[in-house]
């Protein structure tokens, strides 16, 4: 009867401190709520990101996943998500996402973006975390076997759509390559601080 007891306790606090766990870990706050907030503002929402050159149209995203959640409460929901023909309204597709796994300190680690969002749009704030449009012919983009350094610095393609002078000229986007009929550029990341917090 004592052992049983002694056992009984033992669950309760294992199970009280493995529920009391996950919430201490995160943090809760009304500041914590409107950093969330404002993260929420730099995933776009609004079509820019569909893919409809061609017969198939794919929702395609900022936060790493392809779909568009159909049939869901997702404010994506109403968008093509691989949908074949176009204008079918037929979706194959629910969603998919980037899964990039590695180890570290030989422990496997994975980041995702479907189902457990971890890849998010750098920076709460940042108005350069959106979905860049491009196609063959844009200005700026011209690439091989085209002349393709456009801004003649001798390098070709070193600053990729993005919204950022990576290159340090002065210039935004001023010499990228742009691929196809349709292309999207996106700048994602997995060690926001954000995504570090619900996704430690």
């Known amino acids: 009867m004592i052992r049983k ?3 009984l306790t033992v669950l309760s606090v294992l199970v009280v401190s493995m529920l009391h766990s996950p919430l201490s870990a995160r943090n809760d706050t009304a500041e914590w709520a409107e950093k969330l907030k404002k993260m929420e503002q730099v995933w776009v929402f609004d079509g820019s990101g569909i893919h409809n050159v061609g017969n198939l149209q794919m929702h395609v995203t900022n936060w790493g996943c392809f779909g568009s959640y159909p049939s869901s409460n ?3 929901a109403e968008f093509p998500s691989a949908q074949w023909p176009a204008n079918s309204g037929t979706e194959y597709l629910y969603i998919a996402g ?3 796994g590695a180890k570290r300190g030989g422990i496997p680690v994975v980041s995702t973006s479907a189902y457990e969002i971890e890849f ?3 920076g709460i704030e940042n108005p350069d975390a959106k979905i860049y ?4 012919g844009i200005q700026n983009g011209a690439r091989l076997p085209s002349p393709d350094d456009d801004d003649k ?3 070709s393609d070193e600053d990729w759509q993005n919204g950022i ?3 340090g000229d002065g210039l935004i986007d001023e010499d990228f390559g742009a691929i196809g009929k349709q292309m999207f550029t996106c700048w994602t990341t997995d060690d926001d601080p954000t ?3 619900v996704n430690p």
């Not at 449009?133 to 063959?136: D, G, K, N, P, W």
Request: glycine letters at 8%; proline letters at 12%; charged letters at 30%.
């Open 5 to 7: 007891g002694v056992l």
């Open 74 to 76: 997702w404010p994506t």
């Open 98 to 100: 980037l899964w990039i």
């Open 120 to 122: 998010r749009p750098p």
């Open 133 to 136: 449009r491009a196609f063959e």
């Open 153 to 155: 610095d001798g390098i």
């Open 165 to 167: 002078d990576d290159d």
């Open 195 to 197: 995504a570090i917090q």
